[in-house]
């Protein structure tokens, strides 16, 4: 499956435990909460001041390489 901007952060975490790290590393620590569940990648990113297209990339070169 390819992660996109639309898809929450909560569907991306179940798909694979390891994206846990390249979200933190753009400064989303808090993958438990409500909104990790609820809100869209590109959302949390404009919210955080990350930018989505550069995450989605990263998390879909990480999935890849399963």
Avoid: W, Y
């Amino acid at each position: 499956m390819t992660v996109s901007k639309q898809m929450s952060i909560g569907e991306v975490l179940r798909m694979d435990r390891r994206t846990a790290d390249v979200f933190m590393s753009v400064g989303m620590h808090c993958l438990g909460c409500p909104h990790a569940t609820a809100e869209s990648i590109e959302d949390a990113c404009a919210a955080h001041g990350a930018d989505a297209d550069a995450l989605v990339e990263k998390l879909n070169a990480l999935l890849s390489d399963r």
